[in-house]
């Protein structure tokens, strides 16, 4: 099984941060990495598909990149509305997600 | 619209058994895979089965294989999952997603169901 690593589980940012989420998987898993939101009591979305395509409707501060192993969340100017848990998902061979990393008010 | 809605979910004993169902609409069903995640209290999203678009292909988690099953109806447009053997550690809310496939970068799931609660607990 791939196993997926998200670094860090937590931190604390101002409003105006930018904030940098890191997903490494145990073997390459090429482009097969989709970032999701979830914030609190609400369902999670899809922010970026495929480590760097931005869904439709999701605000151009949120960027992916990465490739093989190693892949970045990147969110500039995080705004109130950004405070959330993020999780990152392989769908290489079979499907897996991340442990979540919780972005707080600093 | 695109929508999932989960139900059949519960206060179920341990070893007792669920199923649980989601019914699509605002898509063509029978042209996507879908999926069921799981999310214990406070906990992060665990894959847990899918099932290919015409039903003729099933994929499980590790744990909980063998105690779960998962079908669809395309007639009627639902997903089911069928839990058997169910344990205290598979208490979760149970979300039936979409995938969404694009040819060379894989597929990702939108949307989400609102989600569905299983309690197990004597």
């Known amino acids: 099984d791939i196993q997926m690593t998200q670094s860090p589980s937590s931190l604390s940012a101002s409003v105006g941060d930018r904030v940098t989420i890191t997903c490494r998987a145990s073997?390459?898993?090429?482009?097969?990495l989709n970032w999701y939101q979830q914030k609190p009591g609400r369902v999670p979305e899809v922010l970026i598909s495929?480590?760097?395509n931005l869904q439709s409707g999701v605000s151009s501060r949120f960027s992916g990149s990465g490739s093989g192993t190693e892949f970045t969340l990147t969110i500039n100017s995080l705004q109130p509305e950004d405070y959330a848990t993020y999780y990152c998902?392989?769908?290489?061979?079979?499907?897996?997600f991340g442990q979540g990393t919780k972005v707080e008010v600093k | 619209e695109v929508q999932l809605v989960e139900s059949g979910g519960g206060l179920v004993r341990p070893g007792g058994s669920l199923r649980l169902t989601c019914a699509a609409s605002?898509?063509?069903?029978?042209?996507?895979?879908m999926h069921w995640v799981r999310q214990a209290p406070g906990e992060g999203l665990v894959w847990v089965s899918c099932?290919?678009?015409?039903?003729?292909?099933?994929y499980y988690a590790e744990s909980m294989k063998g105690r779960i099953a998962i079908s669809r109806d395309n007639a009627k447009d639902t997903l089911y999952l069928q839990m058997n053997s169910l344990r205290a550690e598979d208490t979760a809310v149970y979300y039936c997603?979409?995938?969404?496939?694009?040819?060379?970068?894989?597929?990702?799931?939108?949307?989400w169901g609102q989600g569905t609660l299983v309690t197990v607990s004597s």
């Open positions: 997603v979409r995938a969404v496939y694009k040819y060379g970068d894989g597929d990702w799931f939108d949307p």
């Open positions: 605002g898509f063509t069903f029978r042209n996507h895979w």
């Open positions: 099932i290919s678009d015409e039903g003729t292909t099933t």
């Open positions: 073997q390459s898993i090429s482009n097969r």
């Open positions: 495929a480590a760097i």
């Open positions: 998902q392989q769908n290489h061979i079979s499907w897996a």
